[in-house]
């Protein structure tokens, strides 16, 4: 069973220059003990679908359309204000994208820490103290009764990132939102974020949703790989599916522009062309289109999921029987497409996605 659900959201913003379309009928859920990694590039709606998910969007001048998040049976979109404020830290936390905005300047570590602690374990400053020093402790902070005590310009990246992970684990929460949580670390401060939040997991059981721009992240900690772009879900599916045979060009391409180490033939990297779309005036059909190699006038017409069974979903129509004669692939770059005869591809009503 599913302990978060989002299902057709729609998040928009209003600016100077007209109404922006951030989410377009974002749908998938997550369940316990789980680890969802979103990727895509800048501006795709990831860290906003997060936001959302925390109620943390400002409205206005953000306006939520359609849709409903649901944690534990209950849609946190009806939620009142007060509501949610005993929700969010305690049951769903939010690893924040950049630690040294996020911390309060002016305030210690320990302090930020136990505010939380207090507020919804309901202990007292000595209590909170020892529980913050303990979780210091845990995400292996060297001399916490020390720590706790410095404010965050005091602290390296990397130790303001677990004050962050201590922060949001200190409730023992069911959900972790983590956004770019090893953003401007080196790799070795990296891998032991990574290790400590997979620890986390497994001794709590937290469900985790993981958003990244590193592929090779999401290859090490997630099961499940949702790919977005301009505010679209456009690929689904199980990590060994996204990585060893993606459906979407827009997945491809993002896996063609990595750098291998093993790869002789090519000593430059392949980039995607163009540039992503404009959100105030997003194309007709599909986002990627106007990038896209493999581009059909089909194209410019809304485009639905196609399914390729076992979870894995792709919105393209390179897999829509009708295109089997407008598709102008090559024999060296062209994706597998299976044969659509037996009819397993088909295109479902929008579903949300199971993780």
Do not use: W
């Not at 919804?120 to 005590?149: F, G, Q, Y």
């Not at 922060?167 to 069911?174: E, F, I, N, V």
């Not at 770019?180 to 070795?188: G, K, Y």
């Not at 990297?269 to 105030?280: A, D, R, S």
């Amino acid at each position: 069973m599913s302990l978060l659900e989002v299902k057709n959201l729609a998040v928009g913003f209003k600016t100077d220059d007209g109404f922006v379309s951030a989410i377009n009928g974002l749908s998938y859920s997550v369940e316990r003990g789980s680890t969802l990694g979103i990727v895509g590039e800048s501006g795709s709606g990831k860290s906003v679908s997060a936001l959302t998910i925390m109620r943390l969007v400002p409205i206005p001048p953000g306006r939520i359309d359609g849709g409903s998040i649901v944690f534990r049976d209950q849609n946190l979109l009806t939620k009142s204000e007060a509501e949610m404020r005993r929700i969010r830290g305690k049951d769903i936390a939010m690893i924040f994208q950049d630690p040294m905005t996020s911390l309060n300047p002016v305030l210690t570590v320990g302090a930020q820490i136990s505010e939380a602690v207090r507020l919804h374990l309901h202990l007292n400053k000595r209590d909170a103290l020892a529980k913050t020093i303990d979780m210091l402790r845990l995400v292996r902070i060297p001399l916490p009764e020390k720590r706790v005590r410095e404010y965050p310009h005091q602290l390296s990246g990397g130790m303001r990132q677990r004050v962050m992970i201590a922060m949001a684990l200190s409730c023992d929460p069911d959900v972790l939102i983590a956004d770019e949580p090893t953003t401007a670390l080196d790799v070795t401060i990296q891998a032991q974020i990574l290790d400590l939040m997979n620890e986390m997991q497994e001794r709590l059981g937290s469900a985790i949703v993981l958003i990244t721009h590193d592929l090779g992240v999401v290859a090490e900690t997630c099961r499940n790989v949702l790919v977005m772009y301009a505010g679209n879900l456009i690929e689904y599916g199980t990590t060994d599916q996204i990585f060893s045979a993606p459906k979407h060009p827009y997945t491809m391409g993002l896996l063609e522009s990595l750098p291998r180490l093993d790869d002789r033939e090519h000593s430059r990297l392949v980039p995607i062309e163009g540039q992503p779309p404009n959100l105030l005036r997003l194309p007709a059909g599909c986002s990627f289109a106007p990038r896209c190699k493999y581009r059909m006038p089909i194209c410019d017409t809304p485009t639905p999921l196609y399914d390729f069974s076992n979870g894995h979903v792709a919105r393209c129509f390179l897999y829509d029987e009708r295109t089997a004669g407008e598709r102008r692939l090559t024999t060296e770059s062209a994706p597998q497409i299976p044969g659509t005869a037996t009819g397993a591809l088909t295109a479902p009503s929008e579903p949300a996605v199971a993780v």
